[in-house]
């Protein structure tokens, strides 16, 4: 039996440029060149590794986006990923987390799957939810935050930092989770990889193929609003001093002043 | 005005003081009311909510509670919420509390909004106020359909004292299937080295690559000692060994909002400064005058972090 993992990665603007939101209050995909998310790379990784140490495995990674978004499947391909799913639809621009899990959801049960390895965030909303409301949707165990796991048969364990403790997970498959950035460094394509990643096939799909009409989806479908938005203005530089062996006493003085000290 | 729910994070029978600001922000959008799950000392919980404003107190207690992950206390909340019909649901935005708060959304058909860093009363419910895209812009929205459940990040609000009478309601959870699907073997406590919560402290005192070693830290832990401070690090420290995971503050660490944020041999990548951006005040010490920490901070000291902080730390324990 084939071991199948899908990883859902997400294609976000660089946080090296200056992101920006669209007239319609959605992020601005235009603005700054896009990328696969960098906590979606551990996910790959771990996907991976848990593909290499099995038999029989297939990673997929999946995206739900505009056309560019095709770019984060290929960078997964390129780490080496079997094959990958691209969702996209007019309708689903400006879809809220819980409309983009409803999405995912349908994918991923299209696709078929024993486990879902997602990363713990995205960097651009950075929410950190897809992973639970994929769990709750999917009704399969959710074993989250994991700074380390394993998969022994069809029980998978791991190591969640949580907020306060660090906890030890037991779960069985089928099951969703979520890796940190400390689960271990991503691997980086090699250029085999690169050219590889061209000829892997890349399933696209929209809504009809789901089954889901957009009327839940989108802007209009949102269950949230956004009011206002407003650019902060950047955090002025106050004082800057060179330490001559002064250093220390007018940092003091300074924090004196603020009531600090 | 109804009810506005709060889950309560607590430890060693009391409260976590980011769920006492909950509380306080609860009473300007209703009448809060407060949910404690599992615990060894429920009662004391429930008068410290009594005292912080909540006029009910629901309590439910269960060993799934305690043994398994997220779903014995969405399941819960969701059996509260579905009785009490509350005009909101608020809990801390931690790594926990965002994933209660996205599977109960889905369980009320409500909306759900993340990483607040203030919560408002208006016209058309609860306003939210995030800081996004590393603090560039603040975001205001509202849920248009359904209950709007809010996760909140530490440090929003100073909690106020509204002693309230009210009443305890213990709860029996009917647990879904999948509440014991995940078994949480063992638990271990970080030790906090007596030192305040990185996420509840005023001040934190962080080392980052100038640190220059693991030993390196003792320097910033006498000056975060001396401040009544945490210790955070930035990423290159914790990925170099030299600092635990635990402590390190961005975008992929903790996100901290103290009123004083010492950086020492902070570079200040975008990384870090989402993670430290809405900190009222911002000192740095960096041998580097380019290091981009500098454009943030109030008040910077080009120099050697070995030289000025510990004599910052005697100027403190003068005090």
Redesign the interface.
């Known amino acids: 039996m084939t071991l199948k993992i899908i990883v859902p990665v997400k294609h976000v603007p660089d ?2 440029g ?4 669209a007239d319609d209050h959605t992020t601005d995909r235009e603005a700054v060149d896009g990328l696969l998310s960098e ?1 979606d790379e551990y996910a790959v990784e771990q996907a991976l590794q848990l593909a290499e140490s099995t038999d029989d495995a297939e990673v997929v990674a999946l995206t739900v986006g505009p056309d560019d978004a095709v770019d984060a499947l290929r960078r997964a391909l390129a780490m080496g990923a079997h094959r990958a799913v691209h969702v996209s639809d007019e309708a689903i621009h400006g879809s ?3 409309a983009t ?1 409803a999405i995912l959801a349908k994918a991923i049960e299209h696709v078929g799957y024993d486990l879902i390895v997602c990363g ?2 995205s ?2 909303g ?4 897809i ?3 994929l ?3 999917l ?7 994991l ?1 380390e796991l394993a998969l022994d048969g069809g029980t998978l ?1 791991g190591r ?13 498959l089928p099951a969703l989770v979520s890796v ?3 689960s271990g460094e991503a691997r980086y394509p090699t250029f085999k990889g690169i050219m590889a990643a061209k000829k892997k096939p890349v399933e696209s799909l929209d809504l009809d193929d789901l089954g889901l009409t957009g009327d839940q989806l989108g802007l209009a479908g ?11 203005p ?2 002025q ?7 001559d062996g002064e ?6 003085a ?3 002043e ?1 009531k ?2 | 005005m109804g009810d506005v729910l709060v889950l309560i994070d607590h ?1 060693d029978g009391r409260i976590r003081k980011p769920s006492l600001e909950l509380l306080t922000l609860a009473g300007r959008l209703g009448t809060p009311a407060a949910v404690v799950l599992g615990g060894d000392d429920p009662e004391a919980l429930a008068v410290q909510a009594h005292e912080y404003g909540a006029a009910t107190v629901y309590v439910a207690e269960a060993p799934e509670i305690a043994d398994h ?3 014995p206390k ?1 399941d819960a909340l969701a059996q509260i919420a579905g009785e009490a019909n509350p005009a909101a649901v608020l809990l801390t935005s ?10 109960l ?3 009320l058909d ?6 607040a860093v203030d919560v408002l009363s ?1 016209d058309d419910g609860p ?1 939210a106020v995030q ?16 209950t709007p459940v809010i996760a909140v990040k530490a440090n929003a609000v100073t909690p106020e004292p509204v002693p309230t009478a009210g009443r305890t309601e213990q709860v029996t959870v009917a647990f879904s299937a ?1 509440a014991t ?10 030790a906090s080295e007596g030192r305040p ?1 990185l ?1 509840e402290a005023a ?1 934190v005192v962080s080392g980052g690559r100038g640190v220059g070693g693991q030993e390196g830290f003792a320097v910033v832990e006498e000056l975060a000692d001396a ?1 009544g401070a945490a210790v955070g690090a930035s ?1 290159a420290a914790v990925d170099a060994g030299w600092y635990p ?2 402590q390190q503050v961005g ?2 660490g903790r996100q901290v909002s103290p ?2 944020y010492v950086a020492a041999g902070i570079s200040g990548a ?2 870090h400064r ?1 993670g430290m ?1 809405t900190s009222k ?3 740095a ?1 960096n041998k580097d ?1 380019e290091a981009p920490i ?11 972090l070995f ?3 510990p ?2 730390s ?3 324990r003068a ?1």
């Open positions: 946080a090296t200056d992101r920006c939101f906590l809220d987390a819980l899990s713990m965030a960097t651009d950075a929410m950190g939810v992973p639970a409301l769990a709750e949707r009704a399969v165990p959710q074993v989250t935050l700074a364990t969640r930092e949580a907020d306060h403790a660090t906890e030890r997970l037991r779960a069985g940190t950035d400390q949102a269950r949230t609003t956004v009011r206002t938005i407003t650019a902060q950047p955090r530089a106050g004082t800057l001093i060179e330490d250093g220390a006493k007018q940092l003091a300074f924090l004196a603020r600090f000290l | 430890n992950l997220v779903v969405v931690s790594g926990e509390g965002k994933e209660i708060a996205a599977r959304a889905l369980r409500g909306g759900l909004i993340t990483d208006g306003e800081s996004v895209f590393a603090g560039s812009y603040a975001v205001v929205s509202t849920v248009v359909h359904g999948l699907s995940v078994k949480v073997v063992s638990r271990t406590p970080r919560d996420a001040i401040l990423r995971h635990s975008q992929t009123q004083l975008i990384q989402a951006q005040t911002i000192v010490v005058p500098f454009g943030l901070a109030d008040y910077g000291v080009v120099g050697d030289d000025v902080l004599k910052l005697e100027y403190a005090d």
